[in-house]
């Protein structure tokens, strides 16, 4: 391509310089050339490492042009770090206005080796280590067979880099954002075919070899990766890639590093605007090595295609925010994305900000005359367009989840040339649903299933407030709080399976990320002891709360002979003084914004956990339902020698 480029860029000079001369008396002449024997530089190599060989342009004025075994530079004073021992040629030159001027070839001869250049763990990976060289192959083969990645090509922001790929790093900010292209659902991308396979080397050099068996092409050359900047420069050679892409990139050796392992490798190279006609985007060629590659077997494919979980009540809080008619809209915060057919979502774009440049950002206001009036009751619905015109239907719910619609068909764009719209079969899926703090639901993705790729389209609805379907959360949660009489769950009736772990009567210890633990009754001093009973909590709408709490109390004689209350665990010898079930009354404050309810007297609680609470009455709800509710005290590292953490205990309705 380049080639192409420089005879078309010397056929036009040539025809500019016939013209100019065919107006002109005077004869036009290119700049003078410098002769050979004034090029000045040197080529040294330090005195205490032989390897690091200095390069200095002396021509002032002039741009340098060094040909080394590490690539082209056109710094006046570059450093190479060769690891290794044996001949390499040097050529300098430079560029004058009438052309580039070289000076002969100089051959240096390394006498010795230095490893620690090449000693980082990325080296290894990439080449197999010093004196070994390693294959590997784009990561589809002529099946249309993927072994590590979901596809050969990713997209990735021209910011993107191993820092926000490998490290995960999401405050890195600029042009960053990715696209995972599964083959599969996007063939577009690439025939499936064998092309070929790249080996790097490191046996006295580091050399490349790339076999291009879909260009038809195999290229020698050489190679340079900077472990610090995450880069791989290559000369004379390209990575694996196809041949749609050939024409779109201006260097093909000018590598970013995404990723590399052992076994995978992610290089990026810049898509040129220009050339593309496209914005610019690192083209992540995903590769996976030879090794993993032969040994590579399949997992076992489900014969049935992955379908969205539903939580077992979901019919049920769908009809409780659908008290018969509720009007669902479009999310004004992130109203569509792409879900795998287990109904995830694939881009997790949460806030207009999430949403990248190819897409373009939510307007709200292109859709806010949107909407879907729904009666449970009938199945009838009203389709109101963003213009304002409406279509009149019903539509069927069944016990997977799916609505099919008749007599309407909503069509109109959401964000550019994404729209919203129902599946060839008038259906839209339910994917997941979205509930508060007291269990109401509060949002659903609806799913329009590709009839292609292995995905959904997906469009964030919420209940349109003042609809009938959205109530006073505080209000709620007053309402449930009063309506029991709540007691420990000892029993552990309350048993809910989450992504950390379980949640599980009595008390749940936990980050609520990626563990927890939910001792039993007799087994923590935070869970109480077993088969005993703890009384009974009841909140009044006036404000006022009862607790009937068991107080046990030991006393000791300390070491002035004195009798004391124990304040904690009893030990061996103490008395006990007192076993009894105490009426305590106060009141209780709900603050919704931070989710607080604050006690005057203590909730109920063990008295095993007495002195691990500085304040028995500072709680916050971190769940409540019809049959739970959840409650969050601090545990106090002063009192309890225990790290400070939240401790939750599950009280369940006693009557």
């Not at 006046?76 to 004058?96: A, C, S, V």
């Not at 995903?286 to 040994?295: E, M």
């Not at 964000?415 to 339910?430: K, P």
């Amino acid at each position: 391509m380049k080639n192409r480029i420089l005879n078309i860029l010397f056929v036009g000079m040539a025809f500019v310089v016939m013209l100019f001369a065919s107006c002109q008396p005077d004869k036009y002449e290119l700049g003078d050339l410098l002769s050979v024997e004034n090029l000045k530089y040197s080529i040294v190599q330090d005195t205490k490492d032989p390897n690091t060989i200095i390069l200095t342009a002396e021509n002032k004025g002039y741009t340098p042009y060094w040909i080394t075994p590490m690539g082209r530079s056109n710094k006046t004073q570059d450093t190479l770090r060769i690891p290794f021992e044996g001949d390499y040629n040097f050529i300098y030159g430079i560029i004058t206005p009438g052309g580039i001027v070289q000076a002969d070839t100089f051959v240096l001869n390394l006498t010795t080796n230095n490893t620690d250049y090449v000693d980082d763990i990325l080296w290894t990976y990439l080449s197999g280590g010093v004196g070994e060289e390693k294959e590997w192959y784009l990561d589809l083969d002529e099946d249309g067979q993927s072994k590590f990645f979901k596809g050969p090509l990713y997209f990735y922001g021209t910011d993107d880099s191993w820092e926000t790929v490998t490290m995960g790093n999401e405050d890195v900010e600029g042009d960053v954002w990715n696209w995972e292209a599964d083959w599969p659902g996007n063939t577009w991308i690439m025939p499936e075919g064998d092309y070929g396979s790249i080996i790097f080397s490191l046996k006295g050099n580091a050399s490349v070899t790339v076999n291009h068996n879909m260009l038809g092409r195999v290229e020698n050359g050489t190679y340079f990766l900077d472990e610090n900047r995450k880069t791989l420069k290559m000369t004379d050679a390209s990575p694996l890639h196809d041949e749609g892409r050939d024409g779109q990139v201006i260097d093909w050796g000018d590598i970013v590093i995404l990723s590399l392992t052992e076994n995978s490798m992610q290089l990026a190279v810049l898509r040129d605007e220009v050339l593309s006609g496209e914005g610019p985007t690192l083209l992540s060629y995903n590769f996976v090595s030879k090794d993993y590659y032969d040994n590579w077997v399949p997992e076992d494919v489900p014969e049935v295609d992955p379908e969205p979980e539903l939580p077992d009540d979901w019919e049920l809080s769908i009809s409780q925010v659908i008290s018969k008619t509720i009007v669902w809209t479009l999310s004004d915060k992130n109203p569509l994305d792409w879900a795998n057919l287990d109904g995830s979502r694939m881009n997790g774009f949460n806030v207009p900000e999430d949403y990248p440049e190819w897409l373009g950002t939510p307007d709200p206001s292109v859709y806010a005359g949107f909407s879907l009036k729904m009666n449970s009751e009938t199945k009838e619905i009203v389709y109101t367009a963003p213009d304002g015109t409406e279509e009149e239907g019903t539509y069927t719910l069944d016990e997977k989840g799916i609505y099919t619609f008749t007599g309407i068909n909503p069509s109109f764009s959401v964000i550019g040339w994404a729209s919203f719209s129902l599946t060839a079969e008038n259906q839209l899926r339910i994917l997941s649903i979205e509930k508060n703090t007291v269990g109401d639901v509060i949002g659903m993705w609806l799913g329009a299933k590709d009839p292609e790729k292995p995905e959904y389209f997906a469009y964030h609805l919420v209940p349109s407030a003042g609809a009938g379907g959205q109530s006073d959360v505080a209000s709620i949660v007053k309402n449930m709080l009063t309506s029991k009489v709540w007691k420990l769950d000892s029993e552990r009736s309350y048993d809910v399976e989450t992504s950390f772990g379980a949640e599980q009567g009595p008390v749940i210890f936990s980050d609520y990320d990626t563990w927890a633990y939910n001792p039993m009754p007799g087994e923590q001093y935070g869970a109480g002891e077993a088969e005993v009973d703890y009384g009974t909590m009841k909140f009044e709408k006036d404000g006022t709360v009862k607790v009937n709490q068991r107080k046990k109390i030991h006393s000791y004689i300390n070491d002035d002979d004195e009798t004391v209350i124990r304040n904690g665990i009893p030990e061996a010898g103490d008395e006990l003084v007192s076993n009894d079930i105490v009426e305590l009354n106060g009141t209780w404050e709900y603050n919704d914004d931070d989710k607080s309810l604050v006690l005057s007297v203590g909730m109920l609680h063990p008295w095993t956990a007495d002195y691990a609470v500085a304040d028995w009455g500072d709680t916050k709800i971190y769940k409540i339902e019809n049959d739970a509710l959840l409650l969050q005290v601090m545990r106090s590292e002063e009192l309890s020698g225990e790290e400070a953490m939240p401790m939750t205990y599950v009280f369940v309705p006693a009557e």
